[in-house]
């Protein structure tokens, strides 16, 4: 056991087991596209969590790309179409 994780018992932090961390994993590889589509079954933990760092990190690139370029359509739109485009950006 790790002196982190025994440092948590013995302070009453919350207890996690082994089994909870590896189904967490677990799930967390599911969601990874770059992991699920391959082949291999056994991947590490610490390639899942380093793996959806940067999954979490494309997808926050992806959505201020995405943001940039609604920003920019807004722009060059008249008003009735942008009113158009954020009412329906809202429901």
């Known amino acids: 056991m790790s002196s982190r994780r025994s440092r948590s018992r013995q302070s009453g932090g919350?207890?996690?087991?082994?089994?909870?961390i590896n189904d967490l994993v677990i799930k967390l590889q599911q969601l990874l596209p770059?992991?699920?589509?391959?082949?291999?079954?056994?991947?590490?933990a610490a390639k899942v969590l380093q793996e959806t760092c940067n999954y979490?990190?494309?997808?926050?690139r992806e959505v201020d790309d995405?943001?940039?370029?609604?920003?920019?359509?807004l722009a060059?739109?008249?008003?009735?179409?942008?009113?158009?485009?954020?009412?329906?950006l809202m429901q």
């Not at 060059?76 to 329906?88: C, E, M, V, Y």
């Open 14 to 20: 919350s207890r996690i087991t082994d089994d909870q």
């Open 34 to 44: 770059e992991i699920r589509n391959r082949h291999s079954d056994k991947v590490s």
């Open 56 to 60: 979490i990190r494309s997808l926050h």
């Open 66 to 73: 995405l943001s940039e370029r609604l920003s920019e359509l």
């Open 76 to 88: 060059t739109t008249d008003n009735a179409q942008a009113a158009i485009i954020r009412s329906l």
